[in-house]
């Protein structure tokens, strides 16, 4: 008769999740996981606005893009923590932040000017507009609009083109840097698609927005209509 063999007691005990300890209260800590999609999706957005900066001619700031990342982050981090006692790395609250930044200009940031303030109050104003409504309009305990997406609609519509427009749809003649920057955002798309299993929906989005493209350009109107800031 054979026994099976034991397992070391450090084996079976339960892994303890990390916490902070702050006025003798014990306070857990939720980290980032590896194969989280959103960390996934804001590496490539990331890499895309660093291109951004350097070789594409965005015309954003650093200040204005850290503000707008650390404030988002910021507020879901007090939120989480006065509502679930949890202290929790905000990767949600980081990827509205960096969308918005990837997304929202303000007139008279020139490329180059890397640590411009000019206009930060807005990528505030944005910030707020974004992630206020993630924790108020909800159903079924879920929010009910994407977060960067609703604060940059309403502001653009309500701050006005003569102060603030969103990123040119394209950004260079074809050339190295758009090559790169279009490897980026297909690779990464496949790299987050393939884990969520949205592809079909990311194919029926591209296929509306090629069509209402080509409708406008059908019609003599084209991207630059939309960003009378170029």
């Given at each position: ?64 893009s850290a503000v707008t990342v650390l404030l988002c982050a910021l507020i879901e981090v007090v939120v ?26 303000v007139a008279g940031t020139k490329h180059g000017d890397y640590w411009s303030t000019n206009g930060l ?30 604060g940059l609609a309403w502001a653009l519509l309500l701050i006005g083109p003569s102060h603030v427009f ?65």
């Open positions: 008769m054979t026994t099976a063999p034991t397992m070391p007691a450090t084996d079976l005990a339960p892994k303890k999740r990390p916490e902070l300890v702050a006025r003798g209260r014990h306070i857990p800590v939720v980290l980032p996981k590896w194969n989280d999609p959103r960390l996934k999706l804001s590496a490539t957005i990331w890499t895309i606005t660093i291109l951004g900066l350097t070789v594409l001619s965005f015309q954003v700031s650093i200040p204005q989480t923590y006065r509502r679930e006692h949890v202290l929790v790395w905000p990767a949600s609250a980081m990827q509205t932040g960096i969308s918005v930044a990837f997304i929202f200009r109050y807005y990528f505030v104003l944005v910030a707020l507009m974004s992630l206020l409504p993630k924790y108020i309009l909800r159903y079924n305990n879920r929010h009910v609009f994407n977060p960067s997406n609703i969103s990123e040119h749809l394209w950004w260079a003649p074809l050339g190295a840097p758009v090559l790169i920057a279009m490897a980026v955002i297909f690779g990464g798309a496949y790299w987050v698609l393939r884990q969520v299993k949205m592809s079909p929906l990311a194919l029926l989005f591209l296929a509306t927005f090629f069509v209402l493209f080509g409708l406008f350009a059908l019609f003599g109107r084209t991207s630059e209509a939309l960003c009378p800031h170029g």
